[in-house]
């Protein structure tokens, strides 16, 4: 779940949950770090400026396509500097088209699978699919139903374990818009009781800095297809975080019918905590 990068929207809803949930672990991020998201998210878009030498060096890609899914409140706006980047590296780069994402509403969870198969049937290859907080939530549920569509999954600061909503510190602006959703939330620690990865390739970029949802519920089951990459920066920020760029470009470049876990370049190794 996620708001708008640009940061133009600032009530995360922070002050509607109270600080800790002993019953449930882990509990939501800290009212701190929430609070100081939009200033951090900035700091995520104005690091670009010192960032594109080595960005712009990134692995080139294969022209495959890639559809990209915005957070919660988000629309294409918010990933058009990531879009625009992965376009100057080669791809056919997609927007959802879809307007705001204010949840799973009839006009996303009906449309969105016409999205996917219709950019598959276009390119005549599977599409890559890259999402955003909610948005990758969307991207892994794509992948389990039209796994022949989908060439590989990306997902960033996507809370897919989450037990309740309280865990997030926008759970409570979750609910109230619940009332024009199509389905339940997309809770209840799903995918971890699902038990099995998923049938494409995966990786899951989050940061323990995160201050709108708990890190450890965005990191995927390592298997020899997924895998989870920790990168510093903010919540509101990733898709505009040079780190998460870099490694979603490292991750795309890979041969279609190959995949290999993430290696950090020696030169960048300050950009991605262990």
Avoid at 20 to 46: H, K, N, Q, V, Y
Avoid at 116 to 143: E, F, H, M, N, T
């Amino acid at each position: 779940m996620s708001v708008a990068a640009d940061t133009s929207v600032v009530d995360l809803g922070c002050s509607e949950l109270p600080e800790t949930f002993p019953e449930l672990l882990p509990g939501p991020p800290s009212l701190a770090m929430c609070l100081t998201e939009p200033p951090r998210g900035l700091a995520d878009i104005a690091s670009l400026v010192l960032a594109a030498p080595w960005l712009l060096r990134s692995p080139r890609g294969d022209g495959h396509p890639i559809l990209v899914l915005p957070g919660l409140l988000a629309s294409d706006t918010s990933t058009m500097a990531m879009r625009a980047y992965l376009r100057f590296l080669g791809y056919r780069v997609h927007g959802w088209n879809l307007g705001i994402n204010t949840g799973p509403t009839p006009q996303v969870v009906d449309g969105l699978p016409g999205v996917l198969a219709g950019l598959a049937d276009r390119y005549d290859k599977p599409v890559s699919v890259i999402g955003w907080s909610l948005g990758g939530i969307y991207a892994r549920q794509l992948a389990r139903d039209l796994p022949h569509s989908v060439r590989q999954v990306i997902t960033l600061g996507s809370p897919f374990g989450l037990s309740n909503l309280q865990q997030t510190r926008v759970g409570a602006l979750y609910s109230r818009m619940s009332g024009n959703h199509a389905i339940l939330p997309p809770v209840n620690g799903i995918e971890w009781e699902l038990g099995h990865p998923l049938p494409v390739p995966a990786t899951a970029l989050y940061s323990k800095r995160d201050g709108v949802v708990p890190w450890q519920v965005c990191r995927d089951f390592p298997s020899d297809r997924s895998e989870s990459v920790a990168v510093h920066g903010s919540h509101m920020g990733l898709t505009h975080n040079p780190s998460a760029l870099w490694a979603v470009a490292d991750r795309l470049a890979q041969a279609a019918d190959t995949w290999n876990p993430f290696v950090v370049p020696r030169h960048l190794r300050r950009l991605y905590p262990r």
